[in-house]
């Protein structure tokens, strides 16, 4: 069954106009969901950086303002479950592209390549879902975000 959730162009135009969460709304298991029409090339891409069969991300409480997280990737192993990747941090901060509130990811600066530039940014849909936004924090790249959405498992 295919999701109704919004394309990405429908995000990216509402974006400047989506709340930050509280960073206790990422705490837990979010599941990661595509958004057309990136939903049959993300996947691929993404395995191409490090993390083939993405499902989403994991946060925990790190101190009274910041999170710590891991991305969640699906195991091939017999029996499943999840494997983790690519340490993160999480913090409330201001939109790269437009200086509004957002949950703001970051990873390492020595993360392999090209991690330590991504910088996602979380807020929340008009139907209480996360969205995310992800950019790579490098000249000429930083406007230009690709959507997803988290959902709790």
Same mark, same amino acid.
């Not at 991300?57 to 999170?67: S, T, Y």
């Given at each position: 069954? $295919?999701?109704?959730?919004?394309?990405?162009? *429908?995000?990216?135009? #509402?974006?400047?106009?989506? !709340?930050?969460?509280?960073?206790?709304?990422?705490?837990?298991?979010? $599941?990661?969901?595509?958004?057309?029409?990136? @939903?049959?090339?993300? !996947?691929?891409?993404?395995?191409?950086?490090?993390? !083939? @069969?993405?499902?989403?991300?994991?946060?925990?409480?790190?101190?009274?303002?910041? +999170?710590?997280?891991?991305?969640?990737?699906?195991? #091939?192993?017999?029996?499943?479950?999840?494997?983790? @990747?690519?340490?993160?941090?999480? /913090?409330?901060?201001?939109?790269?592209?437009?200086?509004?509130?957002?949950?703001?990811? #970051?990873?390492?600066?020595?993360?392999? *390549?090209?991690?330590?530039?991504? *910088?996602?940014?979380?807020?929340?849909?008009?139907?209480? #879902?996360? /969205?995310?936004?992800?950019?790579?924090? *490098? !000249?000429? +790249? $930083?406007?230009?975000?690709?959507?997803?959405?988290?959902?709790?498992?």
């Amino acid at each position: 069954m $295919r999701s109704k959730a919004p394309g990405a162009y *429908r995000l990216i135009r #509402t974006w400047s106009g989506l !709340p930050a969460p509280e960073l206790d709304d990422l705490v837990g298991v979010l $599941r990661a969901e595509f958004v057309a029409p990136l @939903r049959h090339v993300a !996947p691929a891409g993404l395995g191409l950086v490090g993390l !083939p @069969r993405w499902h989403g991300k994991r946060f925990a409480w790190a101190g009274p303002a910041e +999170l710590t997280g891991v991305n969640l990737i699906r195991s #091939t192993h017999v029996g499943g479950g999840f494997e983790e @990747r690519l340490a993160m941090r999480a /913090v409330l901060g201001r939109g790269l592209a437009d200086g509004r509130p957002a949950v703001v990811i #970051t990873y390492a600066a020595d993360a392999p *390549r090209p991690w330590r530039w991504v *910088r996602d940014e979380v807020r929340v849909g008009g139907d209480g #879902t996360l /969205v995310g936004m992800s950019y790579v924090d *490098r !000249p000429l +790249l $930083r406007r230009g975000g690709l959507p997803f959405l988290l959902r709790g498992d």
